[in-house]
C-alpha cells in the first residue's frame, strides 16, 4: 500500500497537525485568557459592602481622635494604625490607663517614632 518512507511522511504531517492544534487550544484558553484572581474579586467585593454598611470616617486635624476616649472605630481609621494596632492601644489604655503625651504610644508594640511623627497632628489626649 504505501512505503516507508510515505508512512513516515504522512506521521509527520499528522503529528504537525495534532501539536498545531493543541497549540491553538493552548494559547485560546490558557495563555490568552484574561486571569481573573478570585481573592481581588472577593476581596473587592467584601470591601464595597463593608464600605456600604460602615462608612469609613476620615481622620483630619479638625477632627482629632483623642487616644484615651475615642471608639475603636476612630482610633482604626487612624492611617498607619488600622485594626490589630486599634485593639493594642485599647488593650494597652484598658491596663496601664490613659496616655498622656504622643510618645507614651511607643509603649504599645507596632508603634513607633516614625508612626508617632506621622499621627501628630491628627491625635489629641
Given at each position: 500500500m504505501f512505503t516507508k518512507k510515505e508512512k513516515n511522511i504522512i506521521l509527520t504531517l499528522a503529528l504537525?497537525?495534532?501539536i498545531g492544534a493543541v497549540w491553538f487550544l493552548i494559547k485560546k484558553y490558557i495563555i490568552c485568557s484574561d486571569p481573573v484572581n478570585l481573592a481581588d474579586l472577593e476581596n473587592k467585593n467584601n470591601f464595597s459592602r463593608q464600605e456600604e454598611q460602615f462608612p469609613v470616617e476620615v481622620i483630619t486635624e479638625n477632627?482629632?481622635?483623642n487616644i484615651n476616649t475615642d471608639s475603636f472605630e476612630r482610633i482604626e481609621a487612624l492611617p498607619y494604625i488600622?485594626?490589630?494596632r486599634a485593639e493594642d492601644i485599647i488593650e494597652y489604655r484598658k491596663a496601664n490607663g490613659n496616655f498622656h503625651k504622643l510618645e507614651d504610644l511607643t509603649s504599645v508594640?507596632?508603634?513607633g517614632l516614625k508612626t508617632i511623627e506621622?499621627?501628630?497632628?491628627?491625635?489629641t489626649f
Open positions: 504537525i497537525i495534532l477632627n482629632k481622635v488600622g485594626r490589630k508594640k507596632g508603634i506621622k499621627l501628630k497632628p491628627l491625635v
